[in-house]
């Protein structure tokens, strides 16, 4: 019966965490929570694992959020490879959407879990309720508030997924090819790249904007020469082999680079009105690991 649901599970505690690695964990708390119930007692058991699993997610999210406050750099969730299925439902499909899941960082915990609960998977108020423990009007002040504060938040991107890995494939010509014109005419004037190495990979440090600072940046870490010496730094002789591919990440095409067949970069660009305006850089490898 848990197998049944393992999936749906971890889809909703990923999308309130952010973090596979703790989506995994709730998963596995609530699997011991259902182990330990009369289960023929359980008149709903997908709305028992869900709520279970939901109150969970919220708990270790208010763990998670002081734990972030100390976290070297800006913090970015973690990547998750998805296929066609995710893409073609919308709502799902945007609700694992990076840029999403950065603007839900900026929500409370609670109104989180109601906006994620109620905008991905469309469950009533009245189960969302029981799930967080507020009254009924209360969740939806909250549904409110977080629905009003996600759409002020969210940033514009171009929805057309033919577009986007066309400039994906784009800039990894540009980069490999050290074409500085091509990849400065790809820019938004206002780009800005938002790179999370956790301080265990090379990484900026704070959110670089404009195009000179991001090209410069761009340029140190993609061209060959400057993956040679990447791959230097961290003990890899230059004939392990270097790859950058697209790749299905967090239902948009992506830049993912492989180094002897370990992911060590993922980049994902949003396009607006034709040109890169935001670059999110994940180089953490705790956040990678599951990637292959």
Same mark, same amino acid.
């Given at each position: 019966?848990?197998?049944?649901?393992?999936?749906?599970?971890? +889809?909703?505690?990923?999308? #309130?965490?952010?973090?596979?690695?703790?989506? @995994?964990?709730?998963?596995?708390? %609530?699997?011991?929570?259902?182990?330990?119930?009369?289960?023929?007692?359980?008149?709903?058991?997908?709305?028992?694992?869900?709520?279970?699993?939901? =109150?969970?997610?919220?708990?270790?999210?208010?763990?998670?959020? /002081?734990? &972030? *406050?100390?976290?070297?750099? !800006?913090?970015? !969730?973690?990547?998750? /490879?998805? +296929?066609?299925?995710?893409?073609?439902?919308?709502?799902?499909?945007?609700?694992?959407?990076?840029?999403?899941?950065?603007?839900?960082?900026?929500?409370?915990?609670? @109104?989180?879990?109601?906006?994620?609960?109620?905008?991905?998977?469309?469950?009533?108020? %009245?189960?969302?309720? @029981?799930?967080?423990? &507020?009254? *009924?009007?209360?969740?939806?002040?909250?549904? &409110?508030?977080?629905?009003?504060?996600?759409? *002020?938040?969210? !940033?514009?991107?171009?929805?057309?997924?033919?577009? =986007? =890995?066309?400039?994906?494939?784009?800039? #990894?010509?540009? /980069?490999?090819? +050290?074409?500085?014109?091509?990849? #400065?005419?790809?820019?938004?004037?206002?780009?800005?790249?938002?790179?999370?190495?956790?301080?265990?990979?090379?990484?900026?440090?704070?959110?670089?904007?404009?195009?000179?600072?991001?090209?410069?940046?761009?340029?140190?870490?993609?061209?060959?020469?400057?993956?040679?010496?990447?791959?230097?730094?961290?003990?890899? !002789? +230059?004939?392990?082999?270097?790859?950058? &591919?697209?790749?299905?990440?967090?239902?948009?095409?992506?830049?993912?680079?492989?180094?002897?067949?370990?992911?060590?970069?993922?980049?994902?660009?949003?396009?607006?009105?034709?040109?890169?305006?935001?670059?999110?850089?994940?180089?953490?490898?705790?956040?990678?690991?599951?990637?292959?």
């Amino acid at each position: 019966m848990f197998e049944e649901y393992r999936h749906l599970l971890t +889809g909703v505690a990923y999308r #309130i965490l952010g973090s596979m690695a703790d989506a @995994e964990d709730v998963v596995q708390e %609530a699997w011991l929570r259902w182990s330990g119930v009369d289960q023929g007692a359980v008149e709903d058991p997908k709305a028992y694992l869900i709520r279970v699993t939901s =109150r969970l997610a919220i708990d270790r999210l208010r763990w998670a959020k /002081s734990r &972030r *406050e100390a976290y070297v750099g !800006p913090w970015l !969730p973690e990547p998750i /490879s998805t +296929g066609p299925d995710v893409a073609e439902h919308v709502e799902l499909a945007e609700s694992v959407e990076l840029a999403m899941l950065v603007v839900l960082e900026t929500l409370s915990p609670l @109104e989180r879990a109601v906006f994620v609960l109620r905008e991905a998977f469309d469950m009533p108020f %009245a189960e969302i309720a @029981e799930i967080i423990g &507020r009254a *009924e009007p209360a969740t939806r002040q909250l549904a &409110r508030r977080a629905r009003e504060h996600v759409q *002020e938040k969210r !940033p514009r991107f171009a929805t057309d997924r033919g577009e =986007r =890995r066309e400039m994906t494939e784009r800039f #990894i010509n540009a /980069s490999m090819n +050290g074409d500085l014109d091509d990849l #400065i005419a790809m820019l938004s004037q206002d780009v800005t790249v938002v790179s999370d190495g956790g301080g265990k990979a090379r990484a900026a440090l704070r959110v670089l904007f404009g195009v000179d600072n991001v090209t410069r940046f761009l340029m140190s870490i993609t061209t060959p020469d400057n993956i040679a010496k990447f791959m230097a730094s961290i003990g890899m !002789p +230059g004939e392990t082999g270097v790859e950058l &591919r697209i790749e299905e990440i967090n239902a948009a095409p992506a830049v993912v680079m492989v180094v002897g067949g370990r992911v060590v970069t993922v980049l994902s660009l949003l396009v607006v009105d034709g040109r890169i305006e935001t670059i999110y850089l994940m180089a953490n490898p705790d956040k990678l690991e599951r990637l292959v």
